[in-house]
Every structure is written in structure tokens, then in C-alpha cells.
């Protein structure tokens, strides 16, 4: 494959154009959101009046066993709706999993989806919902828009503060034996409700606590300083960039602090309405080899390619870096290019403090090639500020291998 600057930067322009062509610069997607102590209980009640009497439930067995899920659809219980259980969703949803879950949806004859959990659910469940009446394989559907039209509806709700899939059109899913992530993307998957609801993310462990608010963060930073101006981004990545900055630390320290945990929450969903307009940028086209290659948590892969990508596009991204820099009080100096390297400086500490390791012994230097590669493909359709070289990939990959 032809990997060479000038046809990257044509491959990219050519991509953006068409997408500004087929979508526009409107805000895309809306949702019904119900906010803080009680939300789930909201949103159950909603699906319940719309008339749904039979509904799958996508979680993963620990959500399961613990009664968390049941906690949290606990108002569809109570309205008499009968639920149906797919509990097999694990890390990095496979294809294999969506099969699993469309066997029962199809032998339930389910009319709606709810997916308790984090990202891992919610993506499994978009996808799951695609298979109602379709007999495709679900790879066909990799890239925008290739789903079925008969989409089942599915509603949200999150147990983690981090991926933002409850707000985004996208699903992430692995193919284990070539060890990729692929996205697939269509308005149809973007979830028709989402309860955020501060109960369910107490007993959140403190390195999911801080994998995903990283996450969070890293969408927030990417649509901030992407190239592509649409609709409501900016806004929303502020909101994330904030509230991160503002309640991870508190959410780390306080556990049970209800308060910080349902910041995070907005936080995450800010995130999310960003991306789900203008995508992410190069440090999830690196993040996204790790996690398919060795199994590193997203928001792990994530906090460690964020600074030295960051660091690499200071130059394209020094005019946003600095913005953030004060909207979260990291700096106020009189230099936009302070500011800049402050905000980046304050991104790797807050990464430090929640205990995130800046390097990894699991990414072997002998794939560091390989790595470089796929990142470099998947990279060509984003919008970053820029593209990274081969050099500059390999150069982040030498620097978050542990030694």
C-alpha cells in the first residue's frame, strides 16, 4: 500500500470532502438524556410508555452477577417488561459476541435493546441491534453507513465515565485472529436514550476510574483541536476538557463522592457528542493497534500515546492547546506557545496522578513496524491538525515501550 506523504495528505483532503459533502457541518444526531440520581429508573419508564414489552439486555456477566444491570433496569421490572439476557460481552467485543446476542434477540423476538455497562456493551449492542432481520455477516457492515435500515432501538445506559459510546453513531469491534479494530458507523446506531446516572458508577475500580476518564479526555482534546469545524464540537469538547480536569482527580479520590461521579458522566457524554461529529484523531489511530494487538485497555492505550502526540503537533495545535490551557486553568501566560506546552505538561501529570503508567512491556519493539502501519492508514481519514510521519508513529511507540 502507497504510504507516502503527498498521497496520504490527498487520500485525507479527498476523505473530508466527501464526508463534508454527505453529512454537512450541522450538529448530527439528537437523543433524549436523563441526568443524575434516578436517571435510569427515567429512562426504563420510557422505554415501558413507548410500548416495548419484550427487551433485550446487552451487559457482561460481572454487571450480571453483581445486580448492577438489574439495579439499574429495575423500573422496567416494575412496569412489567419482560427481559431477555445476552451477559457475554467482554472487553473488545468480537463478532463473535454480536452473533451470540442476535441468537437470543431473534429467538425472543425482542423490540428493543438496552445495554448496560461500558463501551464494550454499548458497541456490542449497536451491532446487535443491526441483525433483527438481516442475515448478513456483520463484517460487511465495516465503514459508514453499510448497516441494514431495520435497526432495532437501543437505549444506554453506562456504568463507566469514559468511552462516550452512549452518545456516538459508532461501534468499535475486534476481529481477534487478524488482531484489527474496525468501526462501523451509521446514524441508526447512535442510541435513542441514555440515562447518566451517578448511582450505577459507584463501585467504579479506580484504574477503570481512571482508564476511562482518560478516554473521556482524549476525545474531548482530539475534537477540540481536530481541523473540522462542525456544529456543536468545540462546545462540547470544552465541557469534557473541563469537566475531566475538574472531577477525575475528585472522582479517584472520593470513590462514593456522587457529586464528582455524575461530572464525569457529563464529562464522558460531552466527549462523545463531540467525536460522534468530527470523529477522533491520531492518538486513537494508535491506540486502537495496541488494544487489538496486545489487549491494553482503550483509555490505557490512549493515556499513553495522548502526550508525545500532543508534543508532535504543538505547532498545528498550539492556537486550541492554548485555549484549553485556560478554560482549565493550567495557564494564563501571555504566550499562546506556553500555554500550549503548560496544558500539555498538565495532561501528562493529571495521566501520573491517576496512576497511569507512561509506558507499557506489552508492545514489542519487533511490531513496532506493523504498528506504524496500521496507524498510519487508519490516521488518513481523521481530521487531525496534522499527519503524523512514519518517523514520528515509530518515534511514539519507541517512547511508550517499556524497556
Known sequence: MLRSMPVRRFKRGFTLALIKLLVGNKASGLHLSYVGAGAAKQLCQRVADIGHTNVLVVT??????LGLAEQALQGLSEAGVSLHWYAGVEPDPT????????????ATGCTAIVAVGGGSSMDAAKIIACTRSSDASPDQWVGLNKVPDDILPVYAIPTTSGT???ATMGAVIKDPVERV?????ADGLLPQAVALDPELLLGMPPAVTAATGIDAL???IEAYICVWDRGTRKENARLAVQ?????LPKAM?????????????LAAYHAGVAINQVSVGNVHAIAHQLGARYGIPHGQANALALPPVLKAC??????????????TDVSDAASPAARAQAFIEAVSQLIADVGIAESDARIQPADWTLLTHQAMDESDGYVSPRLLTKAEILGVLEQITAR
Do not use: C, Y
Not at 457482561?60 to 452477577?65: F, V
Not at 479494530?181 to 458507523?185: F, G, L, Y
Not at 479520590?253 to 458522566?265: F, K, Q, S, T
Open 60 to 65: 457482561d456477566k460481572a454487571l450480571k452477577e
Open 181 to 185: 479494530k474496525m468501526i462501523i458507523a
Open 253 to 265: 479520590a472520593e470513590p462514593d463522592n456522587r457529586e464528582a461521579r455524575l461530572g464525569m458522566a
Open 314 to 327: 504543538v505547532a498545528e495545535a498550539e492556537s486550541a492547546l492554548a485555549e484549553l490551557a485556560v478554560v
Open 218 to 220: 482524549t476525545h474531548g
Open 164 to 166: 462516550g459510546s452512549e
Open 243 to 247: 469537566g475531566v480536569f475538574q472531577w
Open 95 to 106: 463478532f463473535t459476541h454480536v452473533t451470540e446476542g442476535a441468537q437470543i434477540l431473534r
